[in-house]
């Protein structure tokens, strides 16, 4: 199972972006998805979640400006980040609660994260 996650980069206070994160490999199914953030030398915290079940929750502080959606078909989580402010400047991770195959056809429960993409918003 692998996370591979894009959409980082650089933009102005004010303006958008938006992340997403395709999970590939033998899935069998995806509980939640979710996006968490590591601002420079802080802990890693939780920006965004999605269940199966189409419920989400989000940090106060994205609140109205950030909005979680998912891809069933392609089993991929986006993050679309609008109203983006200096102070949201950090390293993306999205996670996922998944299960999954093994190469001796067991089923593991996995909650792997992706390799973290960038964001900068500069003032």
């Known amino acids: 199972v692998q996370l591979q996650a894009s959409g980082g980069g650089l933009v102005q206070a004010g303006g958008s972006l938006r992340l997403s994160c395709a999970v590939s490999?033998?899935?069998?199914?995806?509980?939640?998805m979710g996006w968490y953030r590591q601002l420079p030398g802080k802990q890693r915290e939780l920006v965004a979640t999605?269940?199966?079940?189409?419920?989400?929750d989000y940090a106060d502080f994205v609140k109205g400006r950030f909005t979680i959606s998912r891809d069933s078909a392609k089993n991929t989580v986006y993050l679309q980040m609008n109203s983006l402010k200096p102070e949201d400047t950090a390293v993306y991770y999205c996670?996922?609660?998944?299960?999954?195959?093994?190469?001796?056809?067991?089923?593991?429960?996995?909650?792997?994260w992706g390799q973290g993409t960038l964001v900068t918003v500069s003032s």
């Open positions: 490999g033998k899935i069998i199914a995806i509980y939640a």
């Open positions: 996670n996922v609660d998944l299960t999954y195959y093994s190469a001796s056809a067991e089923i593991i429960a996995y909650k792997p």
């Open positions: 999605l269940t199966s079940d189409g419920r989400t």
